[in-house]
């Protein structure tokens, strides 16, 4: 299985976790109540926190895919008020928009901590745009994105337990 972050190795997924499903007979793995987790053999309850490591990553590169969609309709927008001889100022916001997004794609997708931040904060952002532009499939996909990253298993890829410095 693909280590995320193999310098994390706090979180199971980013360690050699488990026993090789030909290291162990199936009557000696059952007998040692281990359970057949990605082709290796795990204890239930580890079984259990991989499944919900390997479901956080992949759901924050969907994410990721998903605030990519937000910069490609924010670009959109862009070139339609070119086309339109919109103000000037009102398109260079909407082209730091598009590069704030895409930016905070490309972090997420890298499990950046500055890009939680960026996320959370354009998210934010696109919730108030949501009432004012009546446009509420961005509020629904704004909320989800928040609620989502806010919940304890993204937390703890982007930020690792705090290490107590030694007693000297």
């Known amino acids: 299985m693909k280590k995320y972050q193999p310098e994390r190795t706090d979180l199971l997924i980013n360690t050699e976790w488990g026993i090789a499903e030909e290291e162990v007979s199936k009557d000696e793995a059952q007998q040692r109540g281990l359970v057949l987790f990605k082709g290796r053999w795990v204890a239930p309850d580890e079984s259990t926190k991989l499944a919900i490591e390997i479901v956080a990553y992949r759901a924050i590169r ?37 590069f704030a997004y895409v930016a905070a794609a490309i972090g997420l997708y890298m499990f950046k901590q500055w890009a939680y931040y960026v ?3 354009l998210m934010a952002i ?4 949501s009432f004012i532009a009546r446009r509420y499939l961005l509020l629904v996909i704004a909320v989800v994105v928040i609620v989502a990253l806010i919940r304890k298993p993204f937390r703890r890829i982007f930020f690792p337990p705090k290490q107590e410095p030694a007693p000297s």
Do not use: E
């Open 119 to 121: 996320t959370m904060v």
């Open 126 to 129: 696109s919730i108030f745009q």
């Open 62 to 98: 969907l994410l990721a895919g998903v605030i990519c969609l937000f910069a490609a309709y924010s670009a959109y927008a862009l070139l339609f008020n070119i086309s339109r001889k919109a103000p000037v100022g009102a398109l260079v916001m909407l082209a730091i928009v598009v």
